[in-house]
């Protein structure tokens, strides 16, 4: 992983804030992809509580996913709390506290042809604020072809706060899988619009990392490869202007019953990691 002297560029900082997604190049070391990529192996052979996965309707491939699982596993752990990731989330923020928010796994196996569908994050995550950052990288390559992730640029700004849905099959789960918020809309049909949309996104080598703000609508394609894993892990991070707000339609394992909105995230499931 980075250390915490780890640099990132004013230009790039003035870009993540004005598109709402980047890319940083070789920032996690190939050791610690080692190391990840046993941890992930760990999780899906014996998943945690907050596992939720489905089968390829093909029969071909599978998708893994779950989250908090820096809780129970160590690598996961060290990865989150004492890496360099705070500190350059910190940069992002322009300084103050530092708070993990939760670490997830987004495991698409070879032919797992299901897109990740559009959505941007925040209305799933009981926090308000613009100090809210995400870090995805991977111990694979990953192109459009393996299931890639997309951004449209400034979609951060647009005010905009879209109905969370889950992400295996609906006709299965029925209705959104959340409860509905009278303040959010539903999400926009990118896909049958995709040139009304400034739509930006990069491959990724090992050690790679995408960097995205919590309001950014993004999406993915499925693994087309029949022959390469796609193994995403990602670490979302709080800042000084984050606050909890448990509205309607948050994810209910995120949420904690000790803290009430409008107060700082600082707590056990949240544990603050850099002070103020």
């Not at 706060?161 to 303040?183: A, I, M, R």
């Not at 950014?216 to 202007?241: F, K, P, S, W």
């Not at 995120?254 to 700082?264: E, K, R, S, W």
Request: aromatic share 12%.
């Amino acid at each position: 992983m980075p250390d915490s002297d780890y640099f990132v560029a004013e230009a790039q900082i003035n870009q993540f804030w004005r598109d709402g997604a980047i890319v940083l190049r070789h920032l996690v070391e190939p050791e610690w992809l080692d190391i990840l990529a046993g941890a992930i192996d760990r999780d899906i052979a014996c998943p945690g509580p907050c596992y939720h996965g489905y089968e390829e309707e093909n029969g071909r491939g599978r998708f893994h996913g779950n989250l908090r699982i820096w809780e129970n596993d160590p690598d996961f752990r060290a990865i989150c709390l004492n890496s360099g990731l705070p500190a350059i989330a910190r940069q992002f923020f322009g300084g103050g506290k530092v708070n993990l928010l939760y670490d997830q796994l987004f495991v698409k196996e070879p032919g797992t042809v299901n897109r990740t569908r559009w959505h941007n994050d925040q209305p799933y995550w009981p926090v308000s604020g613009r100090h809210v950052i995400s870090f995805w990288f991977s111990p694979d390559p990953v192109t459009k072809e393996t299931g890639a992730l997309e951004f449209i640029r400034g979609s951060h700004e647009w005010g905009r706060w879209f109905q969370p849905e889950v992400f295996g099959d609906l006709k299965k789960t029925g209705g959104s899988g959340y409860d509905e918020n009278p303040d959010y809309e539903p999400m926009i049909d990118v896909e049958a619009s995709r040139r009304d949309y400034d739509i930006i996104g990069w491959d990724l080598e090992p050690g790679d990392v995408y960097v995205f703000q919590g309001l950014t609508v993004h999406g993915a394609g499925g693994n087309e490869r029949q022959d390469i894993r796609r193994r995403g892990y990602t670490v979302r991070y709080t800042g000084a202007d984050a606050s909890y707000d448990a509205r309607p339609g948050t994810s209910k394992p995120l949420q904690v019953a000790t803290i009430q909105t409008g107060q700082p995230m600082d707590s056990e499931r949240f544990p603050l990691i850099i002070p103020s």
